[in-house]
């Protein structure tokens, strides 16, 4: 990555900065409740969804994964971002309606029950969990840090 060797500093505080928005939000998911067939609000839009898309980490990730791992050398940008796309437009038709239904079912179940709270804790945990990892490459796991 040429950036953050042309700029050591800011490439760190970037990283540390977005360390301590995953962790706050992980602090918020903590103490957040389950709430079942009731909204707090009118829930944002599609103009909404748009506009925070590209601030997505997960997005950029996905995208250049699939671009460095199943894009050949020399095939056209076109093609190959059309490819890309449907790929993921596949699996987003798929997986998002699983992924609803899912969260859905826990929430009926645990929603108001001490298994809230120990969801919400784990969900936390995790989050944390993937930030270690992410700082670490995994180095906690083999026993080199």
């Not at 437009?89 to 929430?107: E, N, R, V």
């Amino acid at each position: 990555m040429a950036i953050q060797d042309d700029f050591p500093l800011v490439f760190e505080a970037l990283k540390w900065i977005s360390i301590a928005y995953i962790l706050w939000l992980a602090t918020r998911v903590a103490g957040m409740r389950l709430t079942v067939g009731e909204a707090a609000g009118q829930p944002p839009g599609f103009m909404a969804g748009l506009i925070v898309h590209p601030l997505n980490p997960k997005a950029w990730g996905m995208i250049t994964t699939g671009f460095t791992t199943f894009v050949a050398a020399g095939t056209p940008p076109l093609q190959a971002t059309a490819t890309i796309a449907a790929c993921l437009l596949g699996l987003q038709i798929i997986l998002h309606p699983i992924w609803t239904y899912a969260g859905q079912w826990i929430a009926i179940r645990l929603a108001g029950t001490m298994g809230e709270k120990y969801l919400m804790w784990t969900l936390a945990g995790l989050t944390v969990l993937s930030v270690i990892y992410a700082l670490y490459g995994g180095a906690l796991f083999k026993g080199t840090v």
